[in-house]
């Protein structure tokens, strides 16, 4: 995935204040990737930035794709970043500049950690299943392993975790004491759930992690909060546990936790680096192909070029506003 807006703004976001627990209810915003994509991306938020160490989350589809190609996301780079995939429907083909060529395909994990500087391609194959249905997800990396050399994760077989009306998988980290095996290199979570029609669930969650949950399907009530389709339920920190409530069609929600990302970052198109300056010699270093940046293997394909950068430096803002 990319932010293929065509004059991406700049973020940049500082730790915010440490409010303890708090009910934010936010509503994605909806961004074209391409000509053919249209998906909900609810983070970066104008007053959450970041859930932890998540910072960009993008919801696509349900899609009919069946008269279309689908997924058309060309190759570009990433810096400082991991990109998590999790499809619900469909499938879409990975490469990338390690040689990787990994289907993205339902409840198969894909994590790529960009670190030092990676390149990939996200493409629905030309023999593509009718429906597209799927959320990525990008992880700020903290300073000591933001440079780390590139590497790419698949699980197939990720935790369950069941409880009395509801199933799902847990991702990243631990929820309620199932824990994934993905690599990650802070402390964060991730689960996907599936609630049935009315049910409601408790999970314990760590007091020293901000989360949020994000519905994907249907109808849920967090933490007293009622939230549909699109909307993510800001938590903040300081609680241990976490009540969900699904709607009378039942509910498919993300939980997204993490230990509350203190360092300043700088967020442009695919980059994350730590000053405007960092970032556009990022860019400069993709434009003329330079060592970070190798090429896709085994394909020829098309190349996104980057858009031009901001010239006004826009000053940071906390990951979280205060006053609200
Ligand atoms: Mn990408």
Same mark, same amino acid.
């Given at each position: 995935m990319s932010d293929l807006e065509r004059l991406p703004p700049e973020y940049r976001c500082t730790a915010g204040p440490d409010a303890g627990p708090e009910e934010l209810l936010l509503t994605a915003r909806k961004v074209w990737l391409g000509k053919t994509t249209e998906v909900a991306r609810v983070? =970066? !938020? $104008? !007053?959450? $930035?970041?859930v932890g160490a998540w910072c960009f989350l993008d919801h696509y589809g349900p899609e009919d794709i069946s008269s279309g190609p689908g997924m058309q996301v060309w190759a570009h780079p990433h810096t400082g970043l991991q990109t998590v995939s999790w499809l619900l429907e469909g499938e879409i083909e990975h490469r990338d500049s390690l040689g990787s060529r990994a289907p993205v395909r339902p409840g198969e994990l894909n994590i790529m950690t960009a670190g030092h500087g990676i390149v990939h391609s996200e493409l629905s194959p030309p !023999?593509?299943? =009718?429906r597209l249905h799927g959320l990525q997800l990008w992880v700020a990396l903290p300073a000591e392993h933001r440079d780390t050399a590139p590497r790419f994760d698949a699980y197939a077989d990720l935790p369950a975790l069941r409880r009395p009306g509801v199933t799902g998988r847990v991702l990243v980290g631990e929820l309620d004491g199932v824990a994934s095996p993905a690599v990650h290199f802070s402390g964060l979570c991730a689960a996907d759930l599936t609630l049935d029609a009315g049910a409601e669930v408790s999970l314990a969650v760590e007091a020293a992690y901000e989360y949020g949950v994000f519905v994907v399907v249907g109808d849920a009530t967090v933490a007293g909060t009622a939230a549909t389709v699109d909307q993510l339920v800001y938590l903040g920190r300081g609680r241990d546990g976490l009540t969900l409530r699904a709607g009378v069609e039942g509910a498919r929600v993300l939980v997204l936790g993490g230990e509350p990302f203190t360092e300043e970052i700088v967020m442009w198109w695919n980059f994350i680096g730590r000053s405007h300056e960092e970032v556009a010699a990022f860019r400069a270093e993709w434009e003329s192909r330079a060592d970070r940046f190798p090429a896709v293997v085994d394909r020829s394909e098309k190349v996104m070029e980057a858009p031009p950068m901001p010239t006004v430096a826009l000053r940071p803002r906390p990951a979280r506003r205060a006053g609200r």
């Open positions: 983070l =970066p !938020d $104008r !007053d959450v $930035r970041m !023999d593509h299943a =009718p």
